[in-house]
């Protein structure tokens, strides 16, 4: 419908969200996806999240048969009276000393096989060894770790001069609308790159999102090669083994033009599946996998050699409060028309982890 911009609407401001929604869901496929959630309260959008007490690590050196002192990367998982396993071996922690991340244990356990063991091997927590009538053990705590990400500012202008709003325009049955328009897909664009590409960064007035490539840094893997599904079995086991699958994610494939391509040439017994639509009406592929069917977003705003595994239900795009994309017509200023598009957002990305990323794909 076209809207006549008068001196009556100087200055009222307009929520223009649902048109930044619809206007290009190709261009824009994670905005699209995901839409808008919650407004934050504060630039610097804080929250956060809980993490289990590991239940693994690996060995720092290795140990001979007859050693009885264990050097491990992360001494988080142990505590004296965990019988723990080694490949076949069950090893008893009788003492555990943080400084020194060195585990002294009891070698062939409960009648195993004592083996040399060799470095980097996993050494994996079974089970706490309960003694019939003991005194209650001392709990462990882990603290939540608090997460943030600062909110970025987007906006452009609208200018209309004296003699295009007086000329006729061919097809265009209001101009001043009509850029409005390409203004918003602009910025729904900018916002789209920034939720991938972001790099967190904040100087006085400025700040800059921290998009989804920088968050993930657990679950990444340099393939230097082709685009396999062995890749991405491995990536998803990946984040299998670190929990992500464990409260039923809506995981989502993103790839560019290229690594589409490369995805539609696997044959690996037709694994790939077509849905007719999905609730935008973009048509969309699923990738089936040993960890589940995912579906296969194509975006054109990540890197030519990368493919993003995340979770949608991780994820969220969210407003500063009352800073939602809005239109503002600022009236005649001299000989030409003036208004400004805005809207202030950042990501919300949970458990990293549960997130992860190829990249040098070939």
């Known amino acids: 419908m076209t809207k006549i911009y008068d001196a009556s609407l100087i200055g009222v401001k307009e929520s223009v969200t649902d ?3 619809l206007l290009n869901p190709h ?8 839409g808008f959630s919650e407004a934050v309260t504060q630039t610097e959008h804080q929250w956060f999240e809980d993490e ?16 009885t002192s264990v050097i491990v990367v992360d001494v988080e998982p142990f505590r004296v009276g965990h019988v723990v ?10 003492a555990v000393n943080t400084g020194t991340k060195t585990l002294t244990v009891t070698r062939g356990y409960a ?20 003694t019939e009538g003991a005194d209650a053990r001392a709990a462990r705590y882990k603290a939540r770790v608090k997460k943030s990400n600062l909110t970025q500012i987007f906006d452009d202008t609208i200018d209309i001069s004296g003699t295009a709003k007086a000329v006729t325009q061919y097809g265009i049955s209001d101009l001043y609308e009509y850029e409005k328009q390409k203004v918003q897909l602009m910025l729904a664009l900018q916002l789209e790159k920034a939720l991938i590409n972001g790099i967190s960064y904040e100087f006085g007035q400025v700040r800059q999102m921290k998009g989804i490539r920088q968050w993930i840094a657990t679950n990444v893997t340099n393939v230097a090669g082709p685009l396999t599904l062995s890749a ?19 995981y989502k494939i993103m790839v560019g033009a290229k690594q589409k391509i490369a995805l539609s040439a696997l044959d690996a017994n037709k694994v790939q599946i077509t849905q007719a639509e999905n609730k935008r009406g973009v048509k969309v592929d699923h990738l089936v996998t040993d960890f589940g069917e ?3 977003v194509l975006n054109q705003n990540l890197a ?15 407003p500063l409060i009352t800073r939602d994309f809005s239109h503002t017509y600022l009236g005649v200023k001299g000989d030409y028309d003036s208004g400004m598009v805005v809207g202030e957002y950042t990501l919300e990305l949970r458990q990293e982890k549960a997130h992860g990323r190829l990249k040098g794909l070939s």
């Open 111 to 130: 009648s195993t096989t004592a083996a040399a063991i060799a470095d980097v091997a996993k050494i994996e927590v079974l089970f706490v060894e309960g």
């Open 232 to 250: 991405v079995n491995t990536l998803a086991q990946r984040i299998y083994d670190a929990g992500g699958f464990a409260t039923g994610g809506m």
């Open 27 to 34: 261009q824009t496929p994670l905005l699209n996806a995901l």
């Open 85 to 94: 396993k080694v490949a076949d071996e069950l090893l008893y922690v009788s």
């Open 52 to 67: 289990m007490i590991g239940d693994e690590s690996t060995v720092n050196g290795a140990v001979l048969v007859g050693g």
């Open 304 to 318: 030519a050699d990368e493919l993003l595994l995340v979770d949608a239900n991780r994820l969220a795009i969210r």
């Open 294 to 296: 995912f579906e296969l």
């Open 19 to 21: 048109e930044i929604l």
